[in-house]
Structures are given as structure tokens and as C-alpha cells.
């Protein structure tokens, strides 16, 4: 399952998102739901500082929830994407807000399923699957 918080927003087709989200869990038989937290640079940069040590506004951050503790809660975990970061970045790129936005997403939950890219091969392999289901959203139309 992937919530989104809020649960809408003006300039974002947020549903056809979410589809390609489960489609990435079930994809990577994962059972759990993840939950997108769209927020602002502000608080990006707050959890940037606490959790990463870097006092920087950042485009998305990923944090894993699974516990061994109690793993019939399920969360895999939550992914917080700076709205106004990505708008910026997608005005750099001249690439549509919601594009930008899909983007940021699959990039962290790839983070969350295990991708990383550290490495040169870390970063074809994710680059590749960040491509692979963006060319999912291409039916939809992004203005």
C-alpha cells in the first residue's frame, strides 16, 4: 500500500504514482506499504541535519521502518520529498513538476528496496530501474 501525506495536491496526479510504486513492491516482493511524505525545505533540511549530519535542504530521503521487532506491522518505510526542491530542479531540467516529482519517489523507494549508488555499478543498475519505470508513467500526461 502507498499513502501519500497529503493525501492530494494541486499540481500532482498522485494515484497513477502510487500505481507504479506497488507495482515497484510487488515487483521486488515486498508486502509492506510505504508512505510519501510531500513536504517543503524546511523540514527536508531539519531531517537532512538529524539523520545524515548535512544541514542542506535535499530533493527526497528514505527512511527504512522495517523491524524485525514486530514484522506484521509491515512499514517498509517512509520517503519525504521536498516539494519546493523539486519544482526547482524540474525548472532546471525544463521537465514537468509532476515528471520531476515521479522521479524523486522511485528514487527513494529504490533506496528503500535495497538500491544504492555508491558505486559505478550501484548506479547503472539504479539509474536503469528508475528509468525502467518511469517509461510506465509515459502515458500520462505531465504539464
Known amino acids: 500500500m502507498i499513502e501519500f501525506t ?10 497513477p504514482l502510487a500505481g507504479i510504486l506497488e507495482q515497484m513492491l510487488l515487483d521486488h516482493q515486498e508486502t509492506g506499504s510505504i508512505t510519501c511524505i510531500l513536504t517543503d525545505n524546511q523540514q527536508i533540511q531539519q531531517l537532512n541535519r538529524d539523520y545524515r549530519q548535512k544541514d542542506t535542504p535535499t530533493d527526497v530521503l528514505s527512511f527504512d521502518l522495517r523491524a524485525p521487532v514486530h514484522p506484521e506491522e509491515k512499514p517498509v518505510g517512509e520517503i519525504y520529498i521536498s516539494l519546493e526542491k523539486a519544482r526547482t530542479q524540474a525548472a532546471d531540467a525544463n521537465r514537468p513538476f509532476q515528471l520531476e516529482v515521479a522521479h524523486l519517489a522511485i528514487h ?29 508513467l509515459e502515458h500520462f500526461q505531465f504539464s
Open 6 to 15: 497529503p493525501p492530494s495536491h494541486p499540481d500532482l496526479s498522485l494515484d
Open 108 to 136: 527513494g523507494t529504490l533506496h528503500l528496496l535495497g538500491y544504492e549508488h555508491d558505486t559505478d555499478v550501484g548506479y547503472a543498475r539504479m539509474r536503469g530501474q528508475e528509468n525502467h519505470y518511469l517509461e510506465r
